[in-house]
């Protein structure tokens, strides 16, 4: 009923930058929450960032001031850009949305994954 698809990640040098994005289609009738998770090799997968309708965000102290959530409502779409990577960046980000269905139930969808790796 709804699909999150993430842009590709890629591997980026430490200092570097890159930008993710995971938009949402389907039955949508709105969005309340998304966010962004990653999962590293060994760890379990934990919150990154989260961003409300309203636009509030919240951060993983580890990326604060480093990385930026954002979202476009009007595409269904949500960004997080990462600025100074660093090698315990590396990990499968994945998107994450509270999405209220035309049918008025609501459901929390993921998107696929997407590796970003942080390396020279």
């Known amino acids: 009923q709804v699909q999150l698809v993430e842009s590709v990640g890629g591997l980026v040098q430490p200092g570097g930058s890159l930008r993710l994005s995971c938009a949402a289609s389907g039955s949508i009738f709105s969005i309340n929450a998304m966010g962004w998770y990653l999962h590293a090799p060994g760890k379990q997968r934990e919150l990154v960032a989260t961003?409300?309708?309203?636009?509030?965000?919240q951060y993983e102290d580890s990326v604060q001031g480093r990385f930026t959530i954002s979202r476009d409502n009007a595409k269904n779409t949500v960004y997080l850009k990462m600025n100074s990577l660093k090698p315990e960046d590396t990990a499968v980000y994945y998107c994450?949305?509270?999405?209220?269905?035309?049918?008025?139930?609501?459901?929390?969808?993921w998107g696929q994954g997407t590796q970003v790796t942080v390396s020279s």
């Open positions: 994450k949305a509270e999405v209220v269905l035309i049918a008025r139930r609501t459901v929390n969808s």
């Open positions: 961003i409300t309708s309203g636009g509030s965000t």
